[in-house]
């Protein structure tokens, strides 16, 4: 987890475009299941019915003014009202009688919601059916029923005024004078129950809706798909805090932003140069320092020398081989070369010429200094500023001065000499790389403020076909090695 530990954006980042064609493939495949599964789903239609609130006459306001008291309903006590109406068993119960419909009370109950119109009296009653046809009927039939049961609420409450009225006349005597008001009272209820609507009414009835309301195909695979992306971001996230390895070369690059600048296959191959020459090498392998070779002579500037840095992350990594081919390959491409041996801990460069009489050899333009020769590295060199002082002394007698130097994570030195040379190469041995192991040569080289000219990746996958396959030949040994 301490790769991640912490993780800013820059770094989810990295790990989302490391991860992009997995994120890729998760996101689409459960875009085209919710789309299948959308598709295959019966559709539901949706058709909605509008009422018209309004108050409940009181029978003590009946009796005592014969009209109907609009009341002080809000409407969330509208909205209370119809809803509990309109969930009532037998108003559900009345709706199947009259549809003749198999469904359950419960079912018509739970296919028909109630919605307020803001702030208004106005409320939408919809049905949700398996039909168009279905649902505009249900959401009318509804809307009907809910209006009937507040008519007959409201007729009920004037009938009570009815029969008040009606109570009080007959303890009067018959010649009291308030014999015909009282009567008149009740011709009046009687006419108002006629007419009584319950205050409430349909404003409009359902139609039928012109397509399905759900499922909605589209919809449901965008839905699908942005859920899929977050959580697979999240699995990846999870998964790589725990797993240190780099899975492919785009994690790589996208945890050390900088340029691939050759990928080194993994043959089997003698550790010293033979005098026979490259030509008893791996045909891939050249390739892949002629790759690495162009690479160099282009960071070069023009008529001035160039020191370069080669390290790795750990031990083992092949930074020592890449030296000393990529010094012979710049020299038999008529460049002075010096390759140098900076690695205090354990210098192995002078193992690549051991095979020749004389250091150089066959190339006269190639030199190499050991820390035994001359005391290439005393005591005073150890700091950057003497050893920028150095490199710039050895720029005048080389076209190229390259430094193998110890692993940049495990040695502070390291870290002093890339920041004292013009360009740092970082191998990379792909087949042991470790997350933290790379983060923290990252790191190092940024502390150093070293310029990164780019990545070799040792025993690299995807290698490179020859285009002369029969330029060379692998050379076996017991000690054939790729360091």
Request: charged share 20%; glycine share 6%.
């Amino acid at each position: 987890m301490s790769g991640y530990a912490g993780m800013d954006l820059a770094k989810l980042l990295s790990l989302v475009r490391a991860r992009w064609k997995l994120l890729a493939a998760i996101t689409v495949a459960a875009a085209a299941l919710a789309l299948g599964l959308s598709l295959t789903q019966q559709h539901r239609y949706k058709a909605t019915a509008v009422l018209l609130y309004g108050g409940t006459p009181q029978a003590a306001s009946l009796i005592q003014t014969g009209s109907q008291d609009q009341g002080a309903a809000t409407p969330e006590q509208a909205t209370a009202t119809n809803v509990a109406l309109a969930s009532l068993d037998s108003v559900a119960a009345n709706v199947k009688q009259r549809l003749g419909t198999p469904a359950t009370v419960d079912e018509l109950k739970n296919a028909v919601s109630i919605e307020p119109h803001g702030q208004s009296n106005l409320v939408d009653l919809t049905a949700e059916w398996d039909s168009a046809n279905g649902a505009a009927l249900l959401a009318t039939t509804f809307a009907d029923e809910v209006v009937a049961l507040r008519r007959g609420m409201a007729q009920a409450e004037i009938q009570r005024a009815i029969d008040a009225l009606n109570t009080t006349i007959a303890r009067q005597p018959t010649d009291s004078d308030q014999l015909p008001t009282l009567k008149r009272r009740v011709s009046d209820l009687l006419v108002l129950k006629a007419v009584q609507t319950g205050d409430v009414r349909v404003a409009e009835r359902a139609t039928a809706p012109p397509g399905p309301s759900s499922p909605k195909p589209v919809f449901n695979a965008v839905v699908a798909a942005l859920v899929a992306f977050v959580l697979g971001v999240l699995v990846v996230v999870l998964l790589a805090g725990f797993d240190p390895r780099i899975r492919d070369e785009q994690e790589l690059t996208a945890l050390i932003p900088a340029p691939v600048l050759t990928r080194i296959p993994m043959v089997s191959r003698s550790r010293r140069f033979l005098s026979t020459g490259p030509r008893d090498e791996d045909a891939e392998f050249l390739e892949a320092i002629q790759f690495l070779r162009l690479s160099v002579q282009r960071f070069r500037p023009p008529g001035q020398g160039l020191v370069v840095a080669v390290t790795s992350p750990t031990a083992g990594d092949g930074k020592t081989m890449v030296v000393a081919w990529l010094a012979q390959a710049l020299a038999f491409n008529d460049s002075e070369v010096l390759a140098m041996d900076c690695d205090l801990r354990s210098p192995m460069l002078h193992t690549y010429f051991e095979a020749r009489e004389e250091v150089g050899g066959a190339l006269p333009n190639l030199r190499m200094v050991r820390p035994s020769e001359g005391g290439a590295l005393p005591a005073g060199l150890t700091g950057q500023e003497p050893l920028r002082d150095m490199f710039h002394d050895l720029r005048d007698k080389a076209d190229y001065v390259l430094v193998d130097t110890s692993p940049v994570a495990s040695v502070a030195h390291a870290s002093a000499v890339a920041g004292a040379a013009d360009g740092v190469i970082l191998v990379v041995d792909f087949e042991r790389i470790r997350r933290k192991e790379l983060l923290a040569a990252k790191e190092q080289l940024a502390n150093a403020r070293a310029t990164l000219i780019g990545v070799v990746l040792n025993r690299a996958t995807g290698a490179l076909v020859p285009y002369h396959p029969h330029a060379g030949q692998v050379m076996k040994s017991d000690s054939a090695t790729n360091y």
